[in-house]
């Protein structure tokens, strides 16, 4: 079982939809949790944290379930700039070291 | 503050000559870590570094691969006697306590 999976897709919505996605982690002591977006051929950049008590940043939610292992993006009203690969990031260890693992991406593609 | 810093952008190299990749992370940041994409598939650990030592190597392949950052100048990823196989991204990341930051990348292509 990978330590961080994601379905890859692609997810195909029209312009103004509500799409969401799930990514499972298998480490229960996993700390912390990221979104990153990645661009075509671009680096990935942070899009937001996921916090246990759930956070937004305008269409953006995140959600965390730690008792089932899982982290959630939800996208509001789509914009066709949304079109980019999802990146899954789980952050696991304590101050002796970290390990960052992340999913290999949830592709989304939204169209006019 | 210019962010993180990869250069070259593009790479090529022909079967069996090296590749430097090299990468500046962000001001302030002493911690760099090294990922690899390869075509459609995410992104994967290779190095973990902070000046002048290696913190954790656990995904670099045991030949050909070694990372170095010394004290002055930048983080360096060299690969000796390349194959198609080592064609791929190579994201350089610097860190604060949480996220990264990535450089945008060296695409090596080896031909």
């Known amino acids: 079982r990978k330590e961080v999976e994601q379905d890859p897709g692609p997810f195909n919505v029209p312009e103004g939809a509500t799409v969401a996605f799930n990514c499972t982690y298998s480490?229960?002591?996993?700390?912390?949790f990221f979104w990153y977006r990645q661009d075509c051929r671009k680096e990935p950049k942070l899009l937001m944290s996921?916090?246990?008590s759930g956070n937004e940043d305008g269409r953006f939610t995140a959600q965390l379930n730690r008792a089932s292992q899982y982290i959630s993006l939800l996208i509001r009203d789509s914009k066709l700039s949304d079109s980019a690969t999802y990146l899954c990031v789980v952050k696991q260890g304590n101050t002796g070291g970290f390990k960052t693992i992340f999913g290999a991406g949830t592709r989304l593609f939204v169209k006019a | 503050n210019a962010g993180v810093m990869q250069n070259p952008r593009h790479l090529v190299r022909r079967r069996g000559q090296e590749a430097r990749l090299r990468c500046s992370p962000m001001k302030g940041h002493s911690h760099v870590y090294w990922y690899r994409q390869l075509p459609e598939e995410g992104l994967k650990f290779m190095v973990y570094l902070q000046k002048e030592n290696i913190i954790d190597e656990s995904g670099m392949p045991k030949e050909r691969f070694s990372a170095e950052f010394p004290k002055e100048g930048p983080s360096i990823l060299r690969i000796q006697q390349v194959v198609r196989g080592d064609s791929a991204a190579y994201f350089c990341?610097?860190?604060?306590?949480?996220?990264?930051?990535f450089g945008s990348g060296t695409r090596l292509t080896v031909v």
């Open positions: 990341a610097s860190s604060p306590e949480y996220g990264y930051t």
């Open positions: 996921v916090y246990s």
């Open positions: 480490n229960s002591a996993s700390q912390s």
